[in-house]
Nanobody, 123 residues
């Protein structure tokens, strides 16, 4: 089993930065992919970014502002969030799995999930 634990959420002002982390433990394979999703109250879960091997991909709403990276030695994936906007406010979840056939931008592409960390951006 794979366990994912998010951390690093908090309250920041618009225009500020925050880095959230996803600690990965358990058995994974070489093609394991980690994605970040976010969900605001009453809204659908939205794709943010994923990293798999040397490949990264971002949702259009965060492209150019967020950066996903992996520290394999520490079994941790990071999401660096810059130029934050109030509309970035959400619970941020990391997810893992072995997606194939298409870009893993949908929640159903992943089998393992963390419990989320709250990110709040004030005006």
């Amino acid at each position: 089993q794979v366990q994912l634990v998010e951390s690093g959420g908090g309250l920041v002002q618009a225009g500020g930065s925050l880095r959230v982390s996803c600690a990965v433990s358990g058995r994974t394979f070489n093609n394991y992919v980690i994605g970040w999703f976010r969900q605001a109250p009453g809204k659908e879960r939205e794709f943010v970014a994923f990293v798999g091997g040397s490949t990264t991909f971002y949702g259009v709403s965060v492209e150019g502002r967020f950066t996903i990276s992996a520290d394999n030695a520490r079994n941790t994936v990071y999401l660096q969030m810059d130029s934050l906007k109030p509309e970035d406010t959400a619970v941020y979840y990391c997810a893992g799995g072995h997606p194939t056939y298409h870009l893993p931008t949908r929640p159903n592409d992943y089998t393992d999930w963390g419990h989320g960390t709250q990110v709040t951006v004030s005006s």
